[in-house]
């Protein structure tokens, strides 16, 4: 029996490589394997992020990987699929990623304390990133808890996950969508959130096949 394709998870802006540790275990008990990728969202910015994806993601040469990614990560990963032209397309799952901008960042960037603290992924935030190359199948999973930095900030931003609204979530050549009852950070901690990544990555569905 082969080995299951590795899966690289991409933690988002303000939360590190641990953050990404309880979903990796839900992954493997699900009999995925998974690689964790560090990068520094605030310095780096998309393009150096995603080239430094691109080559983390090539180190394991045996199959082709997937992707998981939280929030920001979720734009890096999209922006490396397109410099892996020589890679088998395969699946990625985002969650909470602001595909079409965020309100929040833009909110933050109006003040320079805001855009030191985005620091070079501010901008990015600002404009989003909603291209997936072709080929690949991407599944996206959005947060309805309103419970998060934009909350706190007093940022209106409908229905949301209380950092990245509903709205900023969507992408037209996704493969397949869901929102569930969490928050952002809440997204990396659910039980039913790490069902749906692992029978997505499985079988290209966000819910498992009967």
């Given at each position: 029996m082969s080995e299951p394709a590795p899966v690289v998870l991409v933690h988002g802006l303000?939360?590190?490589?641990?953050?990404?540790?309880?979903?990796?275990?839900?992954?493997?008990?699900?009999?995925?394997?998974?690689?964790?990728?560090?990068?520094?969202?605030?310095?780096?910015?998309?393009?150096?992020?995603?080239?430094?994806?691109?080559?983390?993601?090539?180190?394991?040469?045996?199959?082709?990987?997937?992707?998981?990614?939280?929030?920001?990560?979720?734009?890096?990963?999209?922006?490396?699929?397109?410099?892996?032209?020589?890679?088998?397309?395969?699946?990625?799952?985002?969650?909470?990623?602001?595909?079409?901008?965020?309100?929040?960042?833009?909110?933050?960037?109006?003040?320079?304390p805001g855009r030191a603290l985005l620091g070079a992924a501010g901008p990015e935030l600002v404009a989003g990133y909603d291209r997936i190359r072709s080929g690949w199948k991407v599944g996206l999973i959005a947060g309805n808890r309103s419970l998060g930095l934009g909350r706190l900030a007093g940022i209106r931003l409908g229905r949301s996950d209380g950092t990245v609204a509903l709205d900023e979530v969507m992408a037209g050549d996704a493969a397949d969508r869901d929102v569930l009852p969490v928050s952002h950070t809440g997204l990396l901690v659910s039980g039913r959130v790490a069902e749906r990544v692992a029978a997505f990555l499985q079988n290209g569905r966000l819910r498992s096949l009967p």
């Open positions: 303000f939360y590190g490589r641990l953050s990404m540790a309880l979903l990796a275990r839900r992954l493997r008990r699900a009999g995925l394997r998974t690689r964790s990728f560090a990068y520094r969202p605030t310095r780096d910015g998309l393009d150096a992020a995603a080239r430094a994806l691109a080559r983390f993601a090539a180190a394991d040469c045996t199959r082709p990987p997937h992707f998981v990614g939280h929030s920001f990560g979720g734009l890096v990963i999209l922006r490396a699929l397109e410099l892996q032209h020589d890679r088998d397309p395969g699946r990625a799952v985002l969650l909470g990623s602001p595909l079409q901008g965020s309100r929040v960042a833009r909110q933050l960037c109006r003040w320079r």
